[in-house]
Each structure stands twice: as structure tokens, then as C-alpha cells.
């Protein structure tokens, strides 16, 4: 559309990525992080899907989406939506939080208790910690802003225990899932899934989807776009990053990111790098 816009920035000390957009119409197909995403519509009515319903978030509302949580993204009414938001690492804010929680067991994990939220202090919050970190402010004031973010989503979330069977299966669906990072660039079957995890394809396709709630084949793509925003952010070029990650060529990987998340690989690269793009043949 051509009202869209996006800027985009990479803090350099934590490689968080700020981002603040506005788009018109459909914005983005169905896809995961692999950080926890905070984040406030600023204007206009932001439509997606996540955990199975609808979501409608108007001026004032926070979302707050979870790694692996599948969702997309749309305008349902004229004029579009602006949002800000940024990324939080998971191994980063789990660490932490289970620092707070010192007796937690590894048989609980961490979870947002909703995905919609207008409590005014964390919104107001996530809004100072995004200018800070956009805006480059001294580095006492970022780090005094992010610390009062953690205490505001420490309110937001919940400890979810996991049950005999539930573990049972994640741990099928986790095998595989560490499979697939190990082997992200290589040509996959279920097969091979199936034989590392010890069961046979269609006992593995259901945990996984019970566990990620995609298929293995759907979720290994979106974990190849999220390596490829990591490998171009650190300025590899568009053409061996498809390369490395199994993409046929580099117009594949461009039509699944830009499908993602609405912007060129080439452009995602400039605007973390601020390196041109340097075509090759």
C-alpha cells in the first residue's frame, strides 16, 4: 500500500529492534518471533489472530505476544493502524524473572496471562522504554527504564505447569524442535524427525502441533526466517543467507520474509546495518 511505512532500528549495545509502523489494508501473513513481543497501537484498529481468537487492539492497548505465538496482521477499517513495539530475548527475560522466582521448577513456564492489555503503568512503560531505545538515550536512562519494564511484566505473567501427559508429548515436539535448529539449512523429512525422536511421523506431526501448534514443516520455514533477520542484521548479504538456511534461491527467501513481515531482506539488512546492499550475480 502506499500510505505503509516502517522504520526500523537496532539498538547496538543489546541488538533489541525497535519498530514503529503504519500499514493499511493486510499487513502481515501468519508468523512467530523467537523473542517475547511488547508492543502499543498508537492509532487505528489493529486486527490479528492469536492463541485461536480474534484480537482487536485500539489506541491505548499493549500486546503482549509470547515466542512461538502465531500471529498475523490487519487493518479491518479505513485509514489503517500505527504501532510501536520491540523484542525482548527469551532466554534473556526467562533467566531473569526466574531469578525473582528462585523455587520455580523447570516443570513450569512462563507465560503472558493476556494477550491484551490497557493497564495504564505498563503502557505507559512500554512506551518510555521504546523512545529510549529508539531515541539512544544515555545508557542510565535505558537501563533504569528497562528495569521498570521487567517489574511491569513480572505483574503480567503467569507460572503454567505442565501435566504428566502434556510433558510426555512436549518432550517429543521439543526433541524435534531441537533437531530442526540443528539442521536448519538442510533438506528435512519427517522421516528424520520421526526417527530422532523415537515415534513414528504421525504421533510426532500431532505433538509437535499440540506443542507449537504448526506443523513441523510450517514452523521449520518460520524458523528460517527468524535466523535470516538475525544473519542480516549482522550484515550477511540476502544471497548467502538463503543459501545457508535452504531457501531454493534468494527470491524464495524474499517472498516468505517480505510475506512476514512486510519489508525486503535487502532493506531489513540496510536499515540494522546501514551497509549497502552490494549486488552480486
Same mark, same amino acid.
Given at each position: @500500500? &502506499?500510505?505503509? %511505512?516502517?522504520?526500523?532500528? !537496532?539498538?547496538?549495545?543489546?541488538?533489541?529492534?525497535?519498530? #514503529?509502523?503504519?500499514?493499511?489494508?493486510?499487513?502481515?501473513?501468519?508468523? %512467530?518471533?523467537? +523473542?517475547?513481543?511488547?508492543?502499543?497501537?498508537?492509532?487505528?484498529? !489493529? !486486527?490479528? *489472530?492469536?492463541?485461536?481468537?480474534?484480537?482487536?487492539?485500539?489506541?491505548?492497548?499493549?500486546?503482549? =505476544?509470547?515466542?512461538?505465538?502465531?500471529?498475523?496482521?490487519? &487493518?479491518?477499517?479505513?485509514?489503517?493502524?500505527?504501532?510501536?513495539?520491540?523484542?525482548?530475548?527469551?532466554? %534473556?527475560?526467562?533467566?531473569?524473572?526466574?531469578?525473582?522466582?528462585?523455587?520455580?521448577?523447570?516443570?513450569?513456564?512462563?507465560?503472558?496471562?493476556?494477550?491484551?492489555?490497557?493497564?495504564?503503568?505498563?503502557?505507559?512503560?512500554?512506551?518510555?522504554?521504546?523512545?529510549?531505545?529508539?531515541?539512544?538515550?544515555? #545508557?542510565?536512562?535505558?537501563? +533504569?527504564? @528497562?528495569?521498570?519494564? =521487567?517489574?511491569?511484566?513480572?505483574?503480567?505473567?503467569?507460572?503454567?505447569?505442565?501435566?504428566?501427559?502434556?510433558?510426555?508429548?512436549? &518432550?517429543?515436539?521439543?526433541?524435534? /524442535?531441537?533437531? =530442526?535448529?540443528? *539442521?536448519?539449512?538442510?533438506?528435512?523429512?519427517?522421516?528424520?524427525?520421526?526417527?530422532?525422536?523415537?515415534?513414528?511421523?504421525?504421533?510426532?506431526?500431532?505433538?509437535? #502441533?499440540?506443542?507449537?501448534?504448526?506443523?513441523? *514443516?510450517?514452523?521449520?520455514?518460520?524458523?528460517?526466517?527468524?535466523?535470516?533477520?538475525? @544473519?542480516?542484521?549482522?550484515?550477511?548479504?540476502?544471497?548467502?543467507?538463503?543459501?545457508?538456511?535452504?531457501?531454493?534461491?534468494? +527470491? *524464495?527467501?524474499?517472498?516468505?520474509?517480505?510475506?512476514?513481515?512486510?519489508?525486503?531482506?535487502?532493506?531489513?539488512? /540496510?536499515?540494522?546495518?546501514?551497509?549497502?546492499?552490494?549486488?552480486? #550475480?
Amino acid at each position: @500500500m &502506499a500510505n505503509d %511505512w516502517l522504520e526500523l532500528r !537496532q539498538h547496538a549495545e543489546t541488538g533489541i529492534e525497535t519498530i #514503529k509502523a503504519h500499514f493499511e489494508g493486510h499487513a502481515f501473513d501468519p508468523h %512467530w518471533h523467537d +523473542s517475547y513481543l511488547v508492543g502499543i497501537t498508537l492509532s487505528g484498529t !489493529q !486486527q490479528f *489472530h492469536c492463541r485461536r481468537e480474534r484480537h482487536r487492539s485500539h489506541p491505548g492497548d499493549a500486546f503482549l =505476544l509470547e515466542p512461538g505465538e502465531i500471529h498475523d496482521g490487519d &487493518a479491518p477499517v479505513d485509514g489503517g493502524f500505527t504501532y510501536l513495539t520491540f523484542y525482548l530475548d527469551e532466554q %534473556w527475560l526467562t533467566n531473569t524473572l526466574h531469578g525473582l522466582y528462585e523455587s520455580t521448577p523447570g516443570s513450569y513456564s512462563l507465560h503472558f496471562a493476556q494477550t491484551l492489555t490497557r493497564e495504564p503503568q505498563l503502557v505507559r512503560t512500554i512506551s518510555d522504554t521504546f523512545s529510549t531505545l529508539h531515541n539512544e538515550e544515555m #545508557k542510565i536512562v535505558q537501563q +533504569s527504564t @528497562m528495569d521498570n519494564l =521487567l517489574a511491569q511484566i513480572t505483574s503480567h505473567c503467569h507460572w503454567r505447569k505442565r501435566l504428566p501427559v502434556q510433558r510426555q508429548s512436549a &518432550a517429543v515436539a521439543h526433541r524435534a /524442535r531441537d533437531y =530442526l535448529y540443528a *539442521h536448519m539449512g538442510d533438506n528435512i523429512g519427517l522421516s528424520d524427525l520421526a526417527r530422532e525422536t523415537g515415534t513414528d511421523r504421525f504421533t510426532l506431526t500431532r505433538c509437535f #502441533k499440540r506443542e507449537f501448534h504448526l506443523a513441523p *514443516h510450517a514452523w521449520l520455514i518460520q524458523l528460517r526466517l527468524a535466523k535470516a533477520r538475525q @544473519m542480516l542484521g549482522m550484515g550477511e548479504q540476502p544471497v548467502d543467507v538463503a543459501a545457508a538456511l535452504g531457501f531454493a534461491d534468494q +527470491s *524464495h527467501l524474499g517472498r516468505w520474509f517480505q510475506r512476514a513481515y512486510r519489508i525486503t531482506p535487502a532493506h531489513y539488512r /540496510r536499515l540494522c546495518t546501514n551497509l549497502p546492499d552490494v549486488s552480486r #550475480k
